[in-house]
């Protein structure tokens, strides 16, 4: 039973455009999300987050949009540069239970120079 | 400032046997956790440690265990290992809850 929902595995884009990566959930009791990015020989690296209080969280080139109605998150990365290229993972947690992270199965980004 | 550390980098061992893998997380950060990556996919959840106590297990047999030390460094073990063991253990560590740093991981390969 996958909670956490990434269903393109890959995607590529041109330097200087906008990378948009998406997530699905399914459990209505997830009310914190993050997204972590990893490159190979590395364990993950936290990007940013967003609380369920909100529907948008900006951190540089990077915003984080929540729909809760939808259940469904994005991450946008604007503009893209070649050192984006790396694996993205999308997380949820309930945090009134137990601060464990629900991981989907990564997208891979590949920035084109 | 050092990040969360795990030892060792690289493991190989044969099925049947035992494996501890270690973890020192971030100076100040109470709060330890344990994720198995598999090949493709993302991380799973095995333990939550929180000031020397389980917080949380995730969906794993009972060959998996876990503490955490007054000094907050922290021990995964796995019994009986089996070839489906075989992944990328990763630490993690955080002050309380959220917005959790990962080590670059143990690669455990069961032979």
């Known amino acids: 039973d996958q909670q956490v929902k990434q269903n393109s595995p890959s995607l590529s884009v041109q330097e200087g455009r906008i990378s948009i990566l998406n997530c699905d959930y399914t459990n209505s009791m997830f009310d914190y999300f993050l997204w972590y990015k990893k490159y190979p020989a590395e364990g993950p690296t936290f990007l940013i987050s967003i609380s369920s209080i909100k529907d948008k969280n900006e951190d540089g080139r990077f915003t984080v949009f929540l729909n ?3 259940k469904h998150l994005s991450l946008h990365i604007v503009p ?3 050192g984006d290229s790396a694996v993205y993972f999308c997380a949820a947690s309930a945090t009134s239970g137990t601060y464990k992270y629900i991981f989907g199965t ?3 980004l590949k920035v084109l120079a | 400032d ?3 550390t795990q030892s060792p980098t690289h493991l190989i061992k044969t099925r049947g046997q035992q494996v501890t893998l270690r973890c020192s997380p971030i100076s100040g950060h109470k709060s330890v956790s344990w994720y198995q990556q598999v090949l493709g996919q993302g991380p799973q959840f095995i333990f939550q440690y929180y000031e020397k106590e389980e917080r949380g297990r995730g969906n794993f047999p009972d060959r998996f265990s876990a503490r955490q030390f007054p000094n907050y460094s922290s021990e995964l073990n ?8 075989s992944a990328l253990y990763l630490c993690a560590s955080s002050r309380g809850q959220g917005d959790y740093t990962f080590g670059s991981g143990t690669r455990l390969t069961v032979v």
């Open chain 1, 68 to 70: 809760k109605s939808a």
């Open chain 1, 80 to 82: 893209s540069q070649p």
């Open chain 1, 106 to 108: 990564g997208t891979r």
């Open chain 2, 2 to 4: 050092a990040g969360v």
């Open chain 2, 78 to 85: 796995v019994n009986a290992l089996l070839l489906g063991d």
